[in-house]
């Protein structure tokens, strides 16, 4: 059971916008940044987003993130087919005796 | 740009020992701007971090594995090296190592995984 709470599954059609949610705790989303990492089908993690809102370059400007207290929110509009994907979210940790980092489980996103 | 590649034994008994060997190119492990580490995912689940390492040696491991996970470098090599004893089936995942960084953005903290290497499967099974 993953430390951070995505839904499953999320879906949208082509051109309509998407919302992810993470929700955490005050010791790690409440009291750290969040990124997002994007899993293409069979290939590597990749960095979607930092420091809850920030886009590493080359990553377009229809992914934004947002974060108010313990959640977090990957939003991604004008979808496209090449957006399915799993999309995860991670932040630091606190907790005493606990992993430093955490990850949600994953949201599996279906482009209809 | 920074490639990572793991390798290593894609099949191990139970009780035995798993090693993985990172290979990095295209960039150096002993840049003191980024930290190695290693991340997991049991196959159709999510991620667990494992642990990281910086080019002085210094590791952070996780505590649910502490026990049994050893991180290493080897800057001569440009490499880590991940080693996990007492396997069980549960340790049955993809493997992966990436590059992390950690500092500040102005006055908000920023850390992160990028790139990450394509991962290797590991089974535990006699």
């Known amino acids: 059971q993953s430390v951070l709470t995505q839904p499953p599954s999320a879906s949208g059609t082509p051109g309509q916008r998407v919302t992810i949610s993470c929700s955490g705790t005050s010791s790690n989303i409440g009291s750290n940044t969040v990124n997002w990492y994007l899993q293409l089908p069979g290939t590597a993690p990749k960095l979607l987003m930092y420091?809850?809102?920030q886009r590493p370059s080359g990553v377009p400007d229809r992914f934004s993130g947002s974060k108010s207290g313990t959640s977090a929110s990957l939003a991604i509009s004008g979808l496209q087919s090449e957006d399915e994907a799993v999309y995860y979210c991670a932040a630091l940790d606190d907790s005493l005796n606990g992993p430093d980092w955490v990850f949600g489980g994953g949201t599996k996103l279906t482009v209809l | 740009q920074v490639q990572l590649q793991e390798s290593g034994p894609g099949l191990v008994k139970p009780s035995e020992t798993l090693s993985l060997t990172c290979t990095v190119s295209?960039?150096?492990?002993?840049?003191?701007?980024?930290?190695w580490t290693w991340i997991r995912q049991p196959p159709g689940k999510g991620l667990e971090w494992i642990g990281y390492?910086?080019?002085?040696?210094?590791?952070n491991i996780n505590p649910f594995l502490k026990s049994r996970v050893t991180i290493s470098i080897d800057t001569s090599k440009n490499q880590l090296s991940l080693r996990l004893t007492s396997v069980t089936a549960a340790d049955t995942a993809i493997y992966y190592c990436?590059?992390?960084?950690?500092?500040?953005?102005?006055?908000?903290?920023?850390?992160?995984?990028?790139?990450w290497g394509q991962g290797t499967l590991v089974t535990v099974s006699s």
């Open positions: 420091s809850d809102d």
């Open positions: 990436a590059r992390g960084r950690s500092g500040w953005l102005g006055s908000k903290p920023y850390n992160w995984f990028d790139p």
């Open positions: 295209g960039g150096s492990v002993s840049s003191g701007s980024f930290f």
């Open positions: 390492i910086y080019s002085s040696g210094r590791t």
